[in-house]
């Protein structure tokens, strides 16, 4: 009988994960296939990782999205950061309204805020382009930045920064040497996560993109509109493994994954 | 009371995010709110006519709500089967699923959020198009079985959709199940209660705040999609979404584009609130 219930509820679980990651097996399998067409019997060829490296747009998105990614990470950690650290440490009128606006990006479905944000740039001149991604990129990371490093502050006792403090280190050197080490996990995890928003995000790139600048998810998008071919097959298997892989690493090191360390 | 000086750098801290996010999230949804009451796409130097008309045409034409209506059951309907499907998955891995392999499969299940969401989508598009790998299975079984085109159809977009989705649903119920004493569990099972009761009225009740926190988390978005309709649903993929897209690309009516995502907006949130009340009503009578 619990033998039964534990064999129903392990295949529950494997087919779920099947669900999951079936699809994604099989678009990294066809980037191997010779066939343009997806045609089967399977012929394993690097045909189409050729034809990658020869389209120079593609490899232009990719460097955009990542250099996005990283300039959109770095800023949205630091700002996040310091607004963490003034809810955690001071009192003062507003706090509460101020944090609940922080969900404003983050309910509002992105498209809305993609056209809005089109609007506006248009409006008072600042265009479409990287700069105006990248402003996109840092407001939508900026809240969960806040809140992921929030949590990390809001569960380790303010005494230790007091005594310090008191004994005479200045603000800078309190941070420094005691608050950044121990919320160095909850820092490392906000910025995985805004670099994942940023090299992820479609809407924003999308409607904020100007004619010959865009990001990789914009150009999977325009190419799958013209006709599918194995080249995008082949760019997105080296997308997915390196992310996932990245992340993988990353969670192993930094127990993340939502269990608590036992 | 605190002093000035700590004041002023409690606003120093939080002052670059907050101008930062006013810039690009708090004004342009002001501007856009604003641009929903005008005529035409303002261009250089034309004085800007307030109007009601966009409003009016959403009200007038019935087209529009029809697709509103469209968007909201496919929020409805992908949200559903997210429930459906993913709770059973949280329930086991918080119940059934212990130590090493309990950490791996949630880790296995969170993972694709890390990969790109537009790749993921993609990739159903190999596996359903005609002659895909779909196809090839049905007809495995069934050799007269035709091509199931199930590319650009409805189903598909839900399928697309509920695969991008689903692993919210399952964290946030795994996370509040799996912070339900055991031990309440167990009094209720010696007190005679059968397995089904103890989930009805004690485990089910005390993971509602997961389920509604994930349910909430898939909705909206799913309203407000856009790209995945269109690359699953072709033709039937027609959604308010891609319609609101397509005023701010090909039709460059911005206006409108602005009414209708504000009109999307209004009901989303409406949605919400009521489901907010019902749940707050409901703990009240328990």
Redesign the interface.
């Known amino acids: 009988m619990i033998a039964a219930?534990?064999f129903a509820?392990r295949s529950?679980?494997t087919l779920?994960?099947a669900?999951?990651?079936?699809?994604?097996a099989?678009?990294i399998a066809?980037a191997f296939n010779e066939s343009a067409l997806?045609?089967?019997p399977f012929k394993f060829s690097f045909v189409w990782f050729e034809a990658l490296s020869g389209n120079t747009q593609l490899w232009a998105a990719t460097r955009n999205s990542i250099l996005l990614a990283t300039a959109s990470t770095i800023i949205a950690t630091i700002?996040?950061t310091?607004?963490a650290?003034?809810?955690a440490?001071?009192?003062?009128r507003g706090k509460t309204l101020?944090r609940v606006?922080?969900f404003?990006?983050v309910?509002?479905?992105?498209?809305?805020?993609a056209?809005?944000?089109?609007?506006?740039?248009f409006?008072v001149g600042i265009g479409r382009g990287l700069h105006a991604m990248l402003?996109?990129h840092?407001?939508l990371s900026?809240p969960y930045v806040?809140v992921i490093v929030g949590a990390r502050l809001t569960s380790f006792p303010m005494e230790l920064e007091e005594a310090a403090a008191t004994l005479g280190a200045t603000?800078w050197q309190v941070f420094r040497r005691i608050s950044a080490p121990i919320i160095a996990p909850g820092i490392v995890a906000a910025a995985l996560f805004s670099f994942?928003i940023s090299?992820?995000q479609?809407?924003t790139s999308?409607?904020l993109s100007a004619p010959g600048v865009s990001t990789?998810?914009v150009e999977?998008?325009s190419a799958?509109?013209r006709g599918?071919t194995p080249e995008?097959?082949a760019i997105?298997a080296i997308?997915?493994v390196l992310?996932?892989g990245?992340?993988?690493i990353f969670?192993q090191l930094f127990r993340f994954?939502?269990?608590p360390a036992? | 009371m605190i002093g000035g000086r700590r004041l002023w750098s409690a606003f120093g801290l939080v002052a670059p995010a907050y101008v930062w996010l006013t810039v690009t999230v708090f004004l342009p949804l002001s501007a856009m709110l604003y641009f929903s009451f005008l005529v035409k796409t303002p261009l250089l130097q034309q004085a800007a006519v307030l109007t009601l008309k966009q409003y009016h045409l959403f009200f007038a034409r019935g087209f529009y709500s029809y697709l509103l209506g469209r968007s909201l059951m496919l929020g409805f309907y992908v949200t559903l089967a997210c429930v459906i499907f993913g709770y059973p998955a949280a329930l086991f891995l918080a119940r059934y699923v212990r130590g090493r392999s309990r950490e791996a499969i949630l880790l296995l299940i969170v993972l694709p959020f890390w990969s790109n969401a537009l790749i993921r989508v993609f990739s159903w598009t190999i596996v359903l198009r005609e002659g895909g790998l779909l196809d090839r299975l049905v007809q495995f079984f069934l050799p007269d079985a035709g091509v199931s085109g199930l590319l650009y159809s409805y189903p598909a977009i839900v399928i697309g959709l509920v695969h991008s989705f689903i692993p919210y649903i399952i964290l946030t119920c795994y996370l509040s199940l799996q912070a339900i004493d055991g031990s309440l569990l167990d009094a209720a099972r010696s007190l005679g209660a059968s397995r089904l009761t103890t989930f009805r009225r004690i485990t089910f009740p005390l993971s509602l705040p997961g389920l509604i926190v994930g349910a909430v988390l898939i909705f909206v978005p799913v309203t407000g999609s856009f790209m995945e309709p269109r690359i699953l649903g072709g033709k039937s993929g027609m959604m308010l979404g891609t319609v609101i897209e397509d005023q701010f690309t090909e039709v460059f009516n911005w206006p409108l584009g602005a009414a209708l995502s504000f009109i999307l907006l209004g009901v989303v949130l409406c949605i919400l609130g009521l489901s907010q009340l019902l749940i707050r009503l409901r703990s009240r009578v328990a």
């Open positions: 219930g534990q509820v529950y679980l779920m994960l669900f999951l990651y079936l699809p994604i099989i678009m066809m997806y045609e089967l700002l996040g310091m607004s650290l003034a809810f440490r001071y009192q003062f101020l606006i922080l404003v990006p309910t509002v479905p992105w498209l809305i805020i056209t809005a944000m089109l609007v506006f740039f409006w402003l996109a840092v407001a900026l806040i603000p994942a090299f992820d479609f809407a999308y409607f990789l998810p999977i998008y799958i509109r599918f995008i097959n997105s997308v997915i992310s996932m990245i992340m993988l969670s994954s939502g269990t036992e």
